[in-house]
């Protein structure tokens, strides 16, 4: 239980960075854009990874094994922690991971970051969060 709240805990900070650098007038008017897409794409991955960490330890004290994000989301939209209406972010997230990681070019970094500030993403992550503190603490 100790490292499912370790892994949680990550998993929240890295959600409030994700989210100040989505919500805050500072972040947009403050930094120049290459800088912004930068800290964003970042702040994403970071994310990512502590979401599906968290995840799959979450997923093992259900009884339940996955190996990679993908099968860890499956099994949490079986479980219903994400719900229906999530589903297609659920896999646009990983999609976007997997690409940001072999991104090399600035153009594909800026459509990127133009995704990621849709609010749904945040909304996605924020009621993920709300999800898991309702069956783990």
Same mark, same amino acid.
Request: with cysteine; charged share 40%; aromatic share 16%.
């Given at each position: 239980?100790?490292?499912?709240? &370790?892994?949680? *805990?990550? $998993? *929240? &900070?890295?959600?409030?960075? $994700? %989210? *100040?650098?989505?919500? /805050?007038?500072?972040?947009?008017?403050? !930094?120049?854009? %290459?800088?912004?897409?930068? @800290?964003?794409?970042?702040?994403?991955?970071?994310?990512? %990874?502590?979401?599906?960490? +968290? /995840?799959?330890?979450?997923?093992?004290?259900?009884?339940?094994?996955?190996?990679?994000?993908? /099968?860890?989301?499956?099994? !949490?939209?079986?479980?219903?922690?994400?719900? #229906?209406? =999530? %589903? /297609?972010?659920? $896999?646009?997230?990983?999609?976007? &991971?997997?690409?940001?990681? =072999? @991104?090399?070019?600035? #153009?594909?970094?800026? #459509?990127?970051?133009?995704? !990621?500030?849709?609010?749904? +993403?945040?909304?996605?992550?924020?009621?993920?969060?709300?999800? +898991?503190? #309702?069956?783990?603490?």
């Amino acid at each position: 239980m100790e490292r499912l709240k &370790r892994k949680f *805990e990550k $998993f *929240e &900070r890295a959600l409030k960075k $994700f %989210e *100040e650098a989505v919500t /805050s007038p500072f972040f947009e008017t403050a !930094l120049s854009e %290459e800088f912004k897409v930068e @800290v964003l794409t970042k702040r994403f991955e970071y994310l990512f %990874e502590a979401l599906w960490q +968290f /995840s799959q330890v979450f997923l093992r004290e259900r009884g339940i094994e996955c190996f990679s994000p993908r /099968s860890c989301f499956e099994a !949490l939209i079986k479980e219903g922690i994400i719900e #229906e209406k =999530h %589903e /297609s972010i659920a $896999f646009e997230i990983i999609k976007l &991971r997997n690409i940001l990681v =072999h @991104v090399y070019d600035e #153009e594909s970094a800026k #459509e990127i970051y133009k995704k !990621l500030k849709n609010k749904d +993403f945040l909304e996605f992550f924020l009621t993920l969060k709300d999800k +898991f503190e #309702e069956y783990t603490f």
